[in-house]
């Protein structure tokens, strides 16, 4: 399977920038970043495949960006212009085998983090 292990979460004011990193092992074709907030469904932001091709949830478009250094086998997601709503609990997930688009539905990751904290205070 495919371990990840998320870090780089933190507190920070709106309008700032932080960097999430997830180490990850084996060779997972989909990678993505997906958050959780108390009380709220779980809800991907951002998603990269195998030939670097990104997707990013409305919401969070223009403010993020995910990438990945495939020889350091890490993902990344640069916040910028953090609000408060993207206070959430952040999670990398993998999913192994090739997939056209990857998909956006938490089910269809088999492979998660444990999660790390991004409080964005007004």
């Known amino acids: 399977g495919v371990e990840l292990v998320e870090s780089g979460g933190g507190s920070l004011q709106a309008g700032g920038s932080l960097s999430l990193s997830c180490k990850f092992s084996?060779?997972?074709?989909?990678l993505a970043w997906f958050r959780q907030s108390p009380g709220m469904e779980r809800e991907g932001v951002a998603f990269?495949?195998?030939?670097?091709?990104?997707q990013y949830e409305d919401s969070v478009k223009g403010r993020f960006t995910i990438s990945k250094d495939d020889p350091l086998n890490t993902l990344f997601l640069d916040v910028n212009n953090a609000k408060p709503e993207d206070t959430a609990m952040y999670y990398c997930?993998?999913?192994?085998?090739?997939?056209?688009?990857?998909?956006?539905?938490?089910?269809?990751?088999?492979?998660w983090g444990q999660g790390t904290q991004v409080t964005v205070s007004s």
């Open positions: 990269i495949d195998g030939v670097d091709y990104a």
């Open positions: 084996g060779y997972p074709y989909c």
């Open positions: 997930a993998a999913r192994v085998g090739y997939f056209e688009v990857c998909p956006r539905r938490q089910d269809m990751y088999q492979n």
